[in-house]
C-alpha cells in the first residue's frame, strides 16, 4: 500500500492536477529536445548527444513514479504489488545513477569545451563519447541491480504501508522486520561515490570554467557565461545536495513527511527543469524546435 504525499481528502484534486502538469511539461520538454537533436544535424555533438541521454533518463524517471501516482489519485487507491514495488525500485534507481553521472560528464564536456577549445574535437570524439555513455549506463544498471537485489532479501512482516508517493530505498527500509545493515552500509557507499564524488568532480570541472570566464575580456560575454553557468549549477546542486541529504542518513533517521518533500525536488522538479535549464538560452536549440514543430 503507497501512502503518497498527502492522506487529506480535499488535497487529492490539487495532487492529481500539480503533478499532471509537472508531468506533462517534463514530457513535452524532454521529447521536445530529443526530436530536436535527432533532426537537427547542427546538433550532433557531444554536448547534445548527452544532453539526448538526459532527457531520455529524465523521461524514464517522471513516467515510473507519476503515473502510479495519478492512477492512486484518481481511483481513490492506494495499492501497488511486491512485484511493481520493485519494478518502480528497479527503475528509479536506474534513473538516479545514470542522471548523476550524466550531470558529472556534461560537466566535464563544458571544461573540456571552454578551456580546452582547441583541443575538444580530439578529447571528445565520438569513441570518448560512446565510451563515456557506455560508462554511465554500466554504472546506473550496477547501482539499480546492487540496491534492488538487497531490498529482495529483505523480509517484511508488516504493516505494508509505504509512508511515500513511490517506492523508495529508505522507506522501504523502515518497513523491513529483518537486519538492514547491509542494505545501509551500501547506500552509504553509493552516496559516498556516486552522489558526492560526482558532485566534486563536476564543482570542480564548473571552477575551471569560472577561471576561463574571467578571463574573457567583454563584459557582455561573462555575463552570458556566468549567467548560463549559474543555472546549470543551481540545478545540478539542487539535485545533488538533496540526493545526498536523503541518502546518507541511515533508515531509522528518516522522515516521511519531510522527505517526502525532499524527495519531490530530485524526481519530479529537476527533470522538469533540465529542458527549460539547458536549453532556455540556447539558439541552436530554439532554431531546431522552430524547424522540428514549425516547418514539418
Known amino acids: ?31 521536445a529536445i530529443i526530436a530536436a537533436i535527432v533532426s537537427y544535424p547542427k546538433l550532433h555533438t557531444p554536448m547534445y548527444f548527452f544532453l539526448f541521454h538526459l532527457a531520455v533518463v ?10 502510479k ?3 492512486n489519485i484518481a481511483t481513490f487507491s492506494k495499492r501497488i504489488s511486491y512485484s511493481g514495488c520493485i519494478a518502480q525500485l528497479y527503475s528509479f534507481t536506474w534513473c538516479l545513477g545514470a542522471e548523476m553521472v550524466l550531470f558529472t560528464v556534461m560537466a566535464y ?3 573540456v569545451a ?22 554511465v549506463i554500466l554504472i546506473a544498471i550496477t547501482n539499480s541491480w546492487v540496491h534492488t537485489g538487497l531490498i529482495m532479501r529483505l523480509t517484511f512482516c508488516g504493516p505494508n504501508g509505504i509512508n511515500h508517493f513511490f517506492c523508495e530505498i529508505p ?22 561515490f556516486l552522489a558526492m564524488g560526482d558532485f566534486l568532480i563536476t564543482c570542480l570541472s564548473y571552477c575551471f570554467i569560472v577561471k576561463a570566464i574571467l578571463n574573457i575580456r567583454t563584459s557582455e560575454g561573462k555575463k552570458k557565461a556566468f549567467s548560463t553557468c549559474s543555472s546549470h549549477l543551481i540545478v545540478v546542486s539542487l539535485y545533488y545536495s538533496t540526493v545526498i541529504y536523503t541518502y546518507i542518513r541511515p533508515a531509522s ?21 533540465n529542458p527549460i535549464v539547458y536549453t532556455l538560452r540556447n539558439k541552436d536549440v530554439k532554431a531546431a524546435l522552430r524547424k522540428v514543430f514549425l516547418n514539418s
Open 171 to 192: 522507506p522501504l527500509l523502515a518497513l523491513s522486520c529483518s537486519p538492514v545493515r547491509i542494505n545501509e552500509v551500501w547506500v552509504f557507499t553509493a552516496d559516498i
Open 253 to 273: 533517521s528518516y522522515s516521511f513527511e519531510r522527505d517526502k518533500v525532499v524527495a519531490a525536488l530530485y524526481t519530479l522538479v529537476t527533470p522538469t527543469l
Open 1 to 31: 500500500m503507497m501512502m503518497g504525499l498527502s492522506e487529506h481528502p480535499k488535497l487529492q484534486i490539487f495532487l492529481f492536477i500539480l503533478f499532471l502538469s509537472i508531468y506533462i511539461v517534463a514530457l513535452i520538454g524532454n521529447v
Open 109 to 111: 564536456d563544458r571544461y
Open 58 to 67: 529524465d523521461i524514464v524517471c517522471t513516467s515510473t513514479i507519476i503515473p
Open 114 to 135: 571552454i578551456c580546452h577549445p582547441l583541443r575538444y574535437s580530439i578529447m571528445m570524439n565520438k569513441t570518448v563519447c560512446v565510451a563515456l555513455s557506455t560508462v
Open 69 to 71: 501516482m495519478l492512477t
